[in-house]
C-alpha cells in the first residue's frame, strides 16, 4: 500500500478507534448504571433502622467502653458507629488487602460465597464500592456473623494470634491507653459485622449465651 492510500484511510481508522472507545465507555459505565438504575438506595440512617444481634452483644460485652462511646444500642448509635466505622476502614486502608466484592473468576464462590450482585451496592455505606485492589486477606463483602466481635477485637490488637502467619498489621491505637477497646475498634467492628447482615442466615449461628446456673450452697 502507497503511502498516499494510507494517509487516505488514517481518518477512517482514527473516527473507528474513537467510536469503539465511546462504544466501550458506554458499555461499561452508561449500560450497567440504565439497567440498575431501579434498584432502591439506602441511606445509613435507613440501614441503621434494623439494629444487629452482633451490636447489641457488643454493648452487652463492652458495657463501660460501648455507653462511653455510643450509649445505648439504639438506631442512632448503630448509625453513628457505621459512619465512623466505614470511614476507619477507609482511612487505615484495609480495602487495600480486603477485598469486597466476590467475583465470577478462579472459583471465588467456593472460598467466599455467592457472588455478588449489583443490589449489595445500592446503598451509602457501599459507594463508591470499595472493591480493594490486592486478596492478601479474605473477602469481607458476607463477614457478618462469621467472626464474633471479640475475635475481631483480638485481630486487631494482635493479628497472629487468632490467624496464624497473619501479615496484618497490628492495630493498637483501636485501643485506650488501658488496652480496652476505644471508639475506633467498636465501631470498625460494627461496620465489619454489618457486611453481609442483608443475607438470611448466610453466617455462622452465633453462641447462645448459656443461662446462668445458681450458685451451689
Known amino acids: 500500500m502507497s503511502s498516499s492510500s494510507m494517509e487516505r484511510f488514517a481518518p477512517i481508522v482514527l473516527v473507528a478507534g474513537l467510536l469503539f472507545f465511546l462504544f ?8 450497567p448504571w440504565l439497567s440498575l438504575r431501579h434498584l432502591p438506595y439506602k ?17 452487652d460485652d463492652y458495657p463501660d467502653e460501648f455507653k462511653k462511646y455510643f450509649g445505648e ?13 466505614r470511614g476507619v476502614y477507609v482511612a487505615e486502608a484495609c480495602w487495600h488487602c480486603h477485598t469486597q466484592q466476590v467475583r ?27 472493591l480493594g485492589t490486592r486478596r492478601v486477606g479474605p473477602d469481607l463483602i ?12 483480638a485481630h486487631f490488637k494482635n493479628p497472629p494470634a487468632v490467624t496464624p502467619g497473619s501479615v496484618m498489621p497490628s492495630y493498637g491505637w483501636f485501643f485506650d491507653k488501658d488496652g480496652s477497646p476505644g471508639e475506633r475498634a ?3 467492628t460494627a461496620y465489619i459485622q454489618w457486611l453481609g447482615s442483608w443475607i438470611p442466615n448466610h453466617a455462622y449461628e452465633l ?8 450458685e451451689k450452697q
Open 73 to 85: 444500642p439504639d438506631t442512632a448509635a448503630f448509625a453513628r458507629a457505621l459512619r465512623i466505622g
Open 24 to 31: 466501550g465507555t458506554f458499555w461499561q459505565a452508561v449500560a
Open 207 to 214: 453462641p447462645t449465651r448459656p443461662a446462668a446456673q445458681p
Open 104 to 130: 465470577p473468576v478462579s472459583n471465588e464462590e467456593l472460598r467466599f460465597g455467592p457472588v455478588s450482585y449489583p443490589s449489595e451496592y445500592a446503598n451509602a455505606l457501599q459507594l463508591p464500592p470499595l
Open 186 to 188: 467498636l465501631a470498625v
Open 43 to 59: 441511606s445509613i440512617d435507613e440501614i441503621a433502622q434494623t439494629v444487629p444481634p452482633t451490636f447489641r452483644m457488643m454493648a
Open 142 to 153: 458476607r463477614e457478618a456473623g462469621v467472626h464474633s466481635s471479640d475475635w475481631h477485637m
